[in-house]
């Protein structure tokens, strides 16, 4: 029925404050009835009271017409005042007195009974004249015993208007309370929908391509607040993913160029036969050989990425030592180790406990930390590896003497595709090693953090969590 949020939410809130109004303004007219009724009551009881005294009295038990015609002068015009003997016998009236209405029949009505509580005795009865009337009965009594009674009545009309009057007043209360919560449900309802209207801006602009747009809106803690927190996160989180497609490209293919022209330069060179000297030709090979594993190795390590991505990676989760895991690693990398004259130190405690594992994932994370350690340390540096228990984690710690890593790169090594900008450290590499190990990580709930400053090496700390 509505287009807007705005517009529903608007339309409700509204029916809501009519019905919970109406409920109101009912039971405040009943209640305003009740009460004034009451009130008339009373004031009816105090104003017949006024008219017994002694004369009154007097004129009762002498049915004396001239002394209740002159007790009588003084009633007023709103109502009619009757004097009555003790069995409800009209002596004289008001009414009569001023000659308008005729004069009420006699006889006991329902307002002759008098409640203790209240002292007077009341009705409310069609009149002789067929209006509606309202009737107060005081007793009228001298020594103790009943001689007589004092009747007041006044067209209920009177009160009725009175009560309408008032009624009148609550609808315009009623009025100015709904207009002033229904502009209140409208801020309120605005509130609500602007926000998500300025996101489906933003979306809009998101799709079209242009990640610059943000959603602004005053501080807030609550679910929308926290909405728009969370698109404005996502659309930061699209620009670094943008930025990191544009950096895998560039990074893909300049790192592919150079084994890809030094592989072609020296199959060329072996091609055309230019070399005759075997020791040359077992070099150009060895070349061919080296860069067509560094090839692999990038190869790998972006299907693994991918993997990794895609969720397609599948752990098998085994209880594993992990010095074993440790020892597998460096075999692999022993050549290179060699290559550079560093010996890698290991320093296991005794029994360590067992981690739940996948195998190969955590190989390739002590392959790639002790790769880099290797990468980036001096020829006939040493690299150590350490585990120790520390409360409920296994701390192992791959430490290297090399070049070290500036303070503000620390973080940034495990962002995917960085690498730091330094001449000394222009080993070749995606920058994707430390990512990859992060995450296999934090898909085995274990914490990578690392140590160190400029020249003093570098020390990778893994906490993982013990079952
Ligand atoms: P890559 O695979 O290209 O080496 P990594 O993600 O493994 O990328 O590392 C990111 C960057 O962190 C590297 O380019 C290197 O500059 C730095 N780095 C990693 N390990 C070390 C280390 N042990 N000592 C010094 N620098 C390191």
Redesign the pocket.
């Known amino acids: 029925m509505f287009k807007h949020l705005r517009n529903k939410i608007l339309f409700s809130y509204f029916l809501v404050l009519l019905l919970c109004f109406m409920v109101v303004l009912i039971t405040t007219s009943l209640f305003i009835r009740r009460t004034y009724f009451s009130y008339a009551l009373h004031d009816l009881s105090d104003d017949a009271g006024l008219f017994i005294d002694e004369f009154t009295r007097e004129a009762i038990l002498a049915k004396d017409s001239v002394l209740l015609k002159k007790i009588l002068a003084k009633a007023e015009d709103n109502y009619t005042i009757d004097i009555l003997d003790v069995s409800a016998v009209v002596l004289g009236s008001s009414q009569k007195a001023s000659g308008s209405l005729p004069q009420e029949a006699i006889g006991r009505r329902d307002e002759f009974q008098i409640i203790p509580s209240r002292g007077y005795g009341y009705s409310l009865r069609e009149a002789q004249n067929g209006v509606k009337t309202i009737y107060v009965v005081l007793p009228v009594e001298k020594d103790g015993a009943g001689i007589g009674f004092v009747r007041i009545s006044t067209p209920l009309v009177y009160i009725e208007k009175t009560i309408s009057r008032l009624n009148v007043y609550v609808i315009i209360i009623f009025v100015l309370a709904m207009a002033v919560s229904s502009l209140l449900s409208f801020i309120l309802a605005r509130n609500l929908s602007s926000p998500l209207l300025k996101m489906a801006e933003a979306a809009r602009e998101i799709s079209s391509g242009n990640l610059q747009g943000r959603v602004e809106i005053k501080k807030r803690q609550d679910e929308i607040g926290l909405l728009v927190q969370a698109f404005n996160e996502m659309i930061e989180r699209l620009k670094i993913v943008r930025e990191e497609r544009k950096n895998i490209l560039s990074n893909i293919s300049h790192e592919l160029l150079t084994p890809i022209t030094n592989i072609r330069g020296f199959a060329e060179t072996l091609y055309e036969g230019r070399l005759k000297d075997k020791k040359e030709i077992e070099e150009c090979i060895e070349v061919i050989k080296r860069e067509s594993d560094y090839l692999e190795g990038l190869i790998e390590e972006l299907r693994l990425l991918s993997r990794l991505d895609s969720l397609s990676m599948r752990y098998d989760f085994q209880p594993l030592q992990v010095s074993e895991v440790v020892l597998e690693a460096e075999k692999s990398l022993s050549l290179k180790a060699l290559a550079k004259r560093i010996s890698i130190h290991n320093d296991f405690m005794p029994d360590c406990p067992l981690v739940k594992a996948d195998y190969k994932a955590l190989r390739q994370v002590f392959i ?1 930390l002790l790769d ?2 290797l ?2 340390s001096y020829p006939d540096q040493e690299v150590r590896v350490s585990l120790e228990r520390a409360d409920r984690f296994l701390k192992i710690s791959v430490a ?1 003497k ?4 500036a303070e503000q790169d620390q973080e940034k ?1 495990f962002e995917r595709f ?3 900008e330094d001449p000394r ?1 222009s ?1 070749k ?7 990859i190990v992060k995450e296999i990580l934090s898909s085995h709930r274990a914490l990578i953090e690392v140590k ?1 400053s400029p020249s003093q090496g ?1 020390e990778f700390i893994i906490s993982f969590p013990l079952a």
């Open positions: 790639n880099n350690a990468k980036y290297d090399g070049i070290g890593i090594i960085y690498r730091i450290h080993e590499g995606l920058g994707l090693g430390l990512a160190s570098a």
